[in-house]
């Protein structure tokens, strides 16, 4: 019994320390796991921290996209109507280039036209001058053999006054004695003062020439109210007795009158300054 109390002695004296060293060992790994505590709640603050921040972040980006989103939308739209107006224009400009090419066709055959037109406006004014010019030619044939004829019976009539005697002449006629020359429009006037010669009196009004061009075929004529000349006359050019041309009267101004010379026989010996009687 005294060394069964003593065994009971010895483990409980065992348990005791056993029990103390538990106690010192669970107290320094409470200590550890409370320090780890600590360190994971500090870690827990720490990510509930950060998950806070990028909460805020995701949502400010989800505002961005939301803006994106709505800006590509918008320009969607827009690049949606500038298609329909790219469209739009594209057909407008189809429209106008076949408006074009109508027009041109158009034109070209506008000018065709106005060319044949042309041709055939140009062959009628030959045609019409062609004829005019015959008609005109055999009309101043016409005149010039009338002239021709009257020229001869005033050169006549002219050698049978000369050949009169002075005295015969000057008793019929007295002072002075005016005797027609038959077919030429022309009288005569014996003068008893001049010597009893015979001197013609103008066949009209008489008027100088300016200039005279036969390459051209113009005659420049000074020109008078007395004169009566108009525009589309045609009158006879008369010099000492002799029809010497023919023309045509094309303009009339206060002092001058611009004239065509007919076909027929111009005297080469007219000259600026050289003075001529107008027969019509």
């Known amino acids: 019994m005294k060394y069964l109390s003593l065994i009971l002695r010895v483990f409980a004296i065992a348990a005791a320390v056993a029990a103390a060293v538990i106690f010192f060992v669970s107290k320094g790994k409470l200590a550890e796991l409370d320090a780890q505590l600590n360190d994971a709640q500090e870690a827990a603050d720490t990510s509930r921290a950060e998950l806070t921040t990028a909460n805020g972040k995701i949502g400010e980006l989800e505002a961005n996209l939301n803006t994106e989103r709505n800006k590509a939308a918008e320009t969607k739209r827009n690049l949606e109507g500038v298609r329909a107006e ?10 106008a280039q076949q408006d074009m090419t109508q027009a041109r066709g158009s034109i ?13 406006l140009l062959d009628t004014e030959q045609k019409l001058a062609s004829a005019s010019r015959e008609a ?11 002239l021709s004829e009257a020229n001869e019976e005033l050169e006549a009539d002219l050698e049978e006054a000369k050949a009169l005697p002075k005295n015969t002449a000057l008793a019929a006629s007295g002072p002075a004695t005016v005797a027609p020359v038959a077919g030429s429009g022309v009288s005569l006037s014996l003068d008893p003062t001049a010597g009893g010669t015979i001197s013609p009196v103008s066949v009209g009004p008489a008027t100088t020439i300016q200039n005279v061009s036969s390459s051209s075929g113009l005659l420049v004529l000074d020109s008078r109210p007395e004169l009566g000349l108009a525009p589309g006359q045609t009158i006879t050019l008369v010099q000492d007795l002799q029809a010497v041309g023919k023309v045509q009267i094309s303009t009339v101004t206060e002092t001058l009158a611009i004239a065509n010379i007919l076909p027929g026989v111009l005297s080469s010996g007219l000259a600026a300054g050289d003075s001529v009687k107008l027969l019509r």
Do not use: G, M, P, V
């Open 86 to 95: 790219l469209y739009t224009s594209r057909q407008e400009l189809t429209k």
């Open 108 to 120: 070209e055959e506008l000018e065709d036209t106005t060319r044949r037109l042309r041709a055939d």
């Open 136 to 146: 005109e030619i055999n009309q101043l044939n016409e005149r010039i053999a009338e």
